[in-house]
């Protein structure tokens, strides 16, 4: 079945179910983007959770 990776674009050929990746690099650099927004997203809630303290302390 014909695929197309999703970190590249480029179109392959594979018979395995799952994401499509081209290569075990591509599936790990996807894999490392999302981590990283994770993380982003996590330490932006982080922040906001902390600065929602600071501002009831003040009270
Ligand atoms: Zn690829």
Known sequence: ???TCRCCGK???SEKIG???C???C???DLGAWASQKYR???AAVKD?????NDSDEE
């Not at 959770?49 to 303290?53: C, F, G, I, R, T």
């Open 1 to 3: 079945m014909k695929l």
């Open 27 to 29: 599936r790990l650099m």
């Open 41 to 43: 997203i996590a330490g």
């Open 49 to 53: 959770e902390a600065q929602k303290q």
């Open 19 to 21: 994401p499509p990746f």
């Open 23 to 25: 290569s075990e690099r």
């Open 11 to 13: 179109k392959f050929e």
